[in-house]
């Protein structure tokens, strides 16, 4: 399987391809070129990084930026890409357009889009097209949590890479995510809103997670820093309660003393094991080894 793979870099990117640890990292991927989707004014790119070894198909994440629907890039997913790979998985950071590019539904459809490539090309990147999951931080949590539960929504589907595969997904993880956007205050909801407005005829009700949400949507799993000031822990509460409202099966931790930016190691841990039980990876166990060897190297060094 890892020489399809080269073979891939070389078709899709013709860059070099970086072997690092237990994974393969490749840059700059074509995964919607602008000269086939009219919707495009430029190629949309992903990074992905996968295990040097694999036997039979991978299960699949695709990792969605943050920085305010207006702000950040897919290189902000390498580390979080890396680490899925470590743990067995194809692991996608990918590019869509910002506010300043286009408004909503924009975005929904770039993410989507890189869900279908996934598919259409699953023999070839060794991908198991029946095990994709997608997650993303901040704003990128809401942009995955809003394509997870519209995967039956054809206006949010849009029609990037042709409407043939399916943009479903098995779960959905929200790091720190706005969830609840429309409670945003300051500069976060200037910057919401200059996004979901984009279009003056678009309502507001289109642009949230909740409006989709239904009893046939995938998991979700909501990580969140107990002191979050740019997405507050109350939203990420009101939201579950609409979860259970609607009978959407989800998973929450609250991450004592930290904020927006969750930097403790060990939080993620829960992650994982959510992403691992739907997807069949085992990134929870590679970075549980990583933070002993960490913490017994620590140790050593005192």
């Known amino acids: 399987m890892f020489p399809s793979l080269l073979l891939l870099a070389v078709t899709f990117m013709q860059n070099p391809v970086e072997v690092k640890n237990n994974h393969v990292l490749m840059r700059a991927i074509d995964f919607a070129p602008a000269d086939a989707n009219q919707e495009l004014s430029r190629p949309l790119l992903m990074d992905v990084a996968f295990p040097t070894k694999t036997k039979e198909g991978l299960p699949a994440i695709i990792f969605v930026h943050g920085g305010g629907w207006s702000n950040g890039k897919r290189q902000d997913g390498s580390r979080y890409i890396e680490l899925f790979a470590e743990g067995g998985y194809f692991a996608a950071t990918i590019d869509y357009r910002l506010s300043r590019e286009a408004g909503f539904p924009a975005a929904v459809h770039d993410c989507k889009a890189a869900i279908r490539f996934l598919r259409t090309n699953a023999n070839s990147l060794g991908v198991d097209p029946n095990r994709i ?7 990128g949590g809401h942009l995955a949590t809003l394509v997870g539960c519209s995967a039956d929504n054809t206006y949010l589907n849009g029609a990037i890479n042709g409407r043939d595969e399916s943009t479903e997904v098995v779960c959905i993880g929200s790091i720190s995510g706005a969830v609840r956007p429309q409670n945003s205050t300051g500069n976060g909801k200037k910057m ?10 678009v309502e507001l009700a289109l642009t949230l997670p909740e409006h989709y949400l239904d009893k046939n949507d995938p998991p979700i799993y909501l990580l969140c820093g107990e002191k979050d000031m740019v997405c507050p822990l109350k939203d990420a509460e009101s939201f579950v309660q609409i979860l259970k409202s609607k009978a959407v099966p989800f998973e929450m931790s609250v991450i004592p003393n930290q904020g927006h ?17 739907h997807l069949g990876g085992h990134a929870e166990t590679s970075f549980e080894e990583f933070l002993e060897k960490r913490e017994t190297s620590g140790r050593g060094r005192k």
């Open 133 to 139: 999951g997608i997650i993303g931080v901040s704003a």
């Open 192 to 201: 919401y809103e200059a996004w979901a407005l984009h279009d003056s005829s």
């Open 261 to 277: 930016q969750i930097s403790e190691p060990s939080a993620y841990v829960g992650l994982l094991s959510f992403l691992d039980k």
